[in-house]
């Protein structure tokens, strides 16, 4: 990583990275089979555990937590390397393919379980769709964070975090509403 901060990924090369490990380049190569996909390795084993959703009992407070974590993660040196892969993914799709298998699919895995948490403790309904909430979630962080059209903050993420995890609970409590008022509708009709 520290490579890769002074290089920059367009100039890193196999070699360079062999030579700092003082290793061939075929080792390099054993393990990896790019220098994109060295590289997100490398970046997911710095932050992984940093990234980790705890379980509060609580949705919001634990995917608030864990986006907090993230802004802090993209808002230190190690922000400049995310932004780095995801400009060099555009053209090169190895290197997004490789972003997305290796750092963020794992992460992704993790926010479903404690989406479901959610969803089995009441706080959020069944049928709920993850990714769309994932997506929505995430993107408005990924687009400050790439776009840097505002600031990318604590508190932006808890207001992200509640906008879109009160929409999903108000999804759920009209729902229960509509059933509790089909069924008051069916007893009417019984009579």
Not at 11 to 18: P, S, Y
Not at 33 to 43: M, Q, R, T
Not at 58 to 80: E, K, L, N, T
Request: charged fraction near 25%; hydrophobic fraction near 45%.
């Amino acid at each position: 990583m520290n490579l890769l901060q002074h290089t920059g990924f367009d100039d890193l090369t196999i070699e360079a990275i062999a030579a700092d490990a003082g290793v061939g380049k075929a080792t390099v190569y054993r393990w990896w089979p790019n220098k994109g996909a060295l590289v997100v390795d490398a970046f997911a084993s710095g932050t992984e555990s940093k990234l980790h959703f705890p379980d509060t009992g609580s949705v919001y407070r634990d995917v608030s937590f864990q986006m907090r974590r993230a802004v802090a993660i993209f808002r230190s040196p190690q922000g400049r390397i995310v932004a780095a892969l995801l400009g060099a993914g555009q053209s090169d799709l190895e290197l997004l393919e490789a972003f997305r298998a290796r750092f963020l699919r794992p992460r992704r895995q993790e926010a479903y379980k404690t989406l479901l948490r959610g969803v089995d403790r009441g706080e959020l309904p069944s049928g709920l769709d993850l990714d769309l909430v994932l997506d929505i979630l995430y993107g408005a962080i990924y687009m400050r964070f790439l776009i840097r059209h505002d600031e990318l903050s604590a508190a932006y993420v808890n207001e992200v975090c509640h906008l879109v995890l009160a929409g999903a609970a108000k999804k759920l409590l009209v729902s229960q509403r509509t059933k509790s008022q089909r069924a008051r509708r069916r007893r009417a009709n019984l009579w």
